[in-house]
């Protein structure tokens, strides 16, 4: 029910509109006469809701004709119920003096509307007709006593309902004659542009003509151009043709295409261009010819069908370029290519080629071999597709995508280099070394196209690795020594270039942070005794000029305190033929302490207790060779008990400090295992005391 309502489009189709309005209109003006019949006889209500029904039934059946398309039968009918439903009511309502009477009015009008001329003017006369029998029917008192019986108020409202709806009819039908004359306006001015048009098209086709021949004159001179028949046999040949086959226009016109054969092709290479050109499509390729001295020639040709009025082919022309340079130029690069790809397949790399424009990535056999995949080379596509990204280590995927996006990003002409592990079919990880480079332009430019290459470096990872474990292993176990570590060079100046340190557990090495120290050995000195430094640059000159061992004590103050440090370093050549020395430094400050302990009691036996001896050796000279008497010898012995006395005090406090020396040495040697322990320094053999 709510389609039947659905305005029609006025544009497209005005008779179905106008039927749809006025259905709408006449509607309104039914029910109107139906409320003030209420209003002013409700007695008659009976009356009123039957044609108030029969309204309701003119309506839905004109519009459902008018929905369905049935345009023209749903005008008549509308017409013809109006009719009726206006003329009937009024045999008793007063006959031809009913107020409804002059509804016929504009039921006479629309059907003018909807109906054209003939169909308004036969209603016209029906209504005449009707009338007529209503007033003769009405003289000899044959009508029917008058039901609804008006006063002037009445009338004058059942006289402005047809008055409205002719209104309405009016307006409707001097807007159509409005538009009418509009549309007929537009059509006159389509009419003169078309003729302006015309003459405009004469003007232009001239101009058209004129530049034909221009364009046939361009393209006899830019292009090689030829015609033929559909049998293939040449009818015309321009100069350029004549040029680039090297024969003549006379030796070729009458002549089939065959004549031009070179043998290049195979026969099916011909069947596309044969279709095309049966179907009257033009078709493009590229085609080796022989030219007449037996010389092979490339040209890029379109070939373009005529079509007579029938829609048959009758001759073709065929445009050519010249690209015989181009084809050399494409073998010369296949051939580069192949040498490419033999150089990459040989050196096991594997290869890829992106095109950052289309995002399309050609790889190598060989890309894929090493992920442990067995794919042919070219563009791996589908739902197994091997996208670099998604075989990446968690770990790795987002440096690595950075890195090869600001490498894209850019306008970087160097090398892209990034190294990621990217998983094998196995399940294990591959560590892949990616290197490229953009391609450049003729003009240098950076373009789309971006070449690398994938190695496997994963053995040379897990050799780092274990390199990087023995140098850990190296300084665990020399950072368990006493002293420092050194691998060293000696540069020119004499100053070391420190390739491996390490520093030990000695509580006195030096405190300077192990890589300043590598980066500038100059640091080393920072805690050397100042009157050492010139003698640590002298010794290593030496080293360098000799290439011999290198050993030496200096003194460093550590903590406000002296100590003394011994530096060995073994020279060897490296793989290079650089001399690389290997030494270590130590702690010798106890060491030195003892021995100068030593040095000091030799030098307290030697000074200080030679006047005792002396004297006491003086003595028992004197005794061992005079002649002296009892008395005598208690004198001498007398005197030889102080010697004896002030020896032996001197003895006792020796031993006392030479035993707080030995406890205080942090040697921890036991040097009483050492000590010769002699009961006596006087030997009592052979019967006799000797010294």
Not at 468 to 474: A, D, G, K, S, V
Not at 516 to 528: G, M, T
Not at 630 to 635: K, T
Request: with cysteine; aromatic share 10%; proline share 3%.
């Amino acid at each position: 029910m709510e389609n039947l309502l659905l305005t029609p489009d006025k544009e497209k189709n005005y008779q179905s509109y106008m039927v749809f309005a006025l259905t709408i209109i006449w509607s309104l003006a039914t029910s109107l006469v139906v409320v003030v019949g209420f209003f002013y006889f409700p007695l008659l209500w009976s009356r009123w809701v039957l044609l108030l029904t029969i309204a309701i039934v003119i309506a839905v059946s004109n519009l459902a004709l008018n929905y369905y398309g049935h345009t023209r039968t749903a005008s008549w009918l509308l017409c013809t119920m109006l009719w009726f439903y206006i003329t009937i009511p009024c045999i008793t309502a007063g006959g031809i003096f009913a107020p409804g009477i002059l509804s016929q009015t504009a039921i006479i009008l629309t059907a003018g509307f909807l109906l054209g001329r003939r169909g308004g003017l036969a209603i016209g006369l029906l209504t005449i007709v009707a009338d007529f029998l209503l007033a003769w029917l009405e003289l000899n008192g044959h009508l029917p006593e008058t039901v609804v019986l008006h006063d002037p108020f009445s009338r004058w409202i059942s006289a402005i309902i047809p008055f409205g709806t002719v209104m309405v009819l009016q307006y409707y039908a001097i807007d159509h004659l409005r538009k009418s004359l509009t549309s007929m306006q537009r059509e006159m001015v389509k009419r003169r542009n078309a003729e302006a048009a015309k003459d405009d098209t004469s003007r232009e086709l001239s101009v058209r003509e004129q530049e034909l021949q221009d364009y046939k004159y361009a393209l006899d001179i830019s292009s090689i151009v030829a015609i033929s028949n559909v049998e293939g046999t040449f009818t015309y040949v321009n100069e350029n043709f004549c040029k680039v086959s090297k024969y003549t226009s006379e030796e070729l016109i009458g002549k089939p295409h065959t004549i031009l054969l070179s043998g290049v092709h195979p026969p099916e290479y011909f069947i596309e261009m044969g279709n095309a050109m049966l179907a009257g499509k033009p078709f493009r390729g590229e085609f080796c010819n022989r030219a007449k001295d037996g010389s092979l020639y490339w040209v890029d040709s379109t070939v373009v069908p005529f079509l007579d009025d029938k829609g048959e082919v009758y001759q073709f022309i065929s445009i050519n370029r010249d690209i015989t340079e181009k084809k050399e130029a494409e073998e010369q690069l296949r051939a580069n290519k192949e040498r490419y790809k033999s150089i990459i397949a040989v050196s096991n790399t594997g290869a890829w080629e992106y095109d950052h424009e289309t995002n399309k990535v050609w790889h190598s056999a060989q890309y894929f071999s090493m992920l442990g995949y067995d794919e042919p080379q070219g563009v791996w596509e589908g739902p197994d597709s091997l996208s670099w990204v998604t075989q990446l280590h968690p770990e790795d995927k987002e440096r690595a995508v950075e890195v090869f996006d600001d490498f894209m990003k850019g306008n970087d002409k160097d090398i892209y280099e990034n190294i990621f592990r990217m998983r094998h079919k196995n399940g294990d990880w591959v560590w892949i070394l990616s290197r490229a480079k953009r391609l450049l332009d003729k003009d240098g430019n950076i373009t789309n196209i971006c070449l690398g290459t994938h190695t496997n470096i994963t053995e040379r990872v897990k050799a780092d690795d274990k390199i990087r474990e023995t140098e850990q292993l190296i300084k665990k176990i020399t950072s368990q020594v006493p002293g420092n570590t050194y691998m060293f060079e000696i540069e020119e100046s004499g100053m070391p270039n420190i390739l491996f340190v390490n520093r030990g557990a000695e509580e006195f090495n030096f405190r300077a942070d192990l890589n300043d120290i590598s980066a500038d050995a100059a640091k080393i000195l920072e805690v050397w005794h100042p009157d050492d430094r010139a003698l640590f640059t002298e010794k290593m000159k030496e080293a360098r000029l000799t290439t011999g061992r290198i050993s030496f004590q200096y003194r460093v103050i550590v903590n406000d305190a002296i100590r003394w440090r011994w530096l060995q370093a073994t020279p060897e050549e490296g793989k290079d033929g650089k001399m690389i020395w290997y030494g270590a430094t130590r702690d010798i400050t106890d060491l030195v302490d003892y021995i100068a302990s030593a040095e000091q009691i030799l030098f307290d036996i030697s000074h200080v207790l030679r006047r005792p001896v002396s004297s006491m050796l003086a003595l028992t000279t004197l005794i061992n060779e005079g002649d002296l008497d009892v008395e005598e010898v208690l004198h001498f012995a007398r005197q030889l008990h102080p010697v004896a006395l002030e020896m032996d005090k001197f003895m006792i406090e020796l031993n006392e400090v030479y035993e707080r020396k030995r406890k205080v040495n942090t040697l921890n040697i036991d040097f009483h295992l050492l000590v010769d322990k002699r009961n006596s320094l006087f030997d009592r053999s052979n019967g006799g005391m000797k010294l």
